[in-house]
């Protein structure tokens, strides 16, 4: 069973930084995408970023130009520098991995961590 395993998480202040690490029990590589999501209270859980195998990488709107999702092949491990930071970022925020590479690119399986809160307030 794979596991993925968030850090980084805390408080900090409107217009400060965070890095949140997802660190998976297996190669990142296994997978056919790797990103992050994040819940806020009563709200959906929505795509925050991610990077596929390949790496092509996708931002949600409300994260461009603020967020960078990065990832350590070797550390298999998966980065989000979290730049910027407004009080509507805070959520718990979820490390996912989409798809198994040997089921080929449209595998629906997703796998999740258990989340890390981000509270952005003074």
């Known amino acids: 069973q794979v596991q993925l395993v968030e850090s980084g998480g805390g408080l900090v202040q409107p217009g400060g930084s965070l890095r949140l690490s997802c660190a998976a029990s297996?190669?990142?590589?296994?997978?056919?995408?790797m990103g992050w999501y994040r819940q806020a209270p009563g709200k959906e859980r929505d795509l925050v970023a991610n990077?596929?195998?390949?790496?092509?990488?996708n931002y949600a709107d409300s994260v461009k130009g603020r967020f960078t999702i990065s990832r350590d092949i070797a550390k298999k491990t998966v980065y989000l520098q979290m730049n910027s930071l407004k009080p509507e970022d805070t959520a718990v925020y979820y490390c996912n991995a989409r798809g198994r590479v040997y089921r080929g690119s449209n595998d629906p399986t997703n796998y999740w961590g258990k989340g890390t809160l981000v509270t952005v307030s003074s």
């Open positions: 990077i596929t195998r390949g790496g092509i990488i």
């Open positions: 297996e190669s990142i590589f296994s997978f056919n995408a």
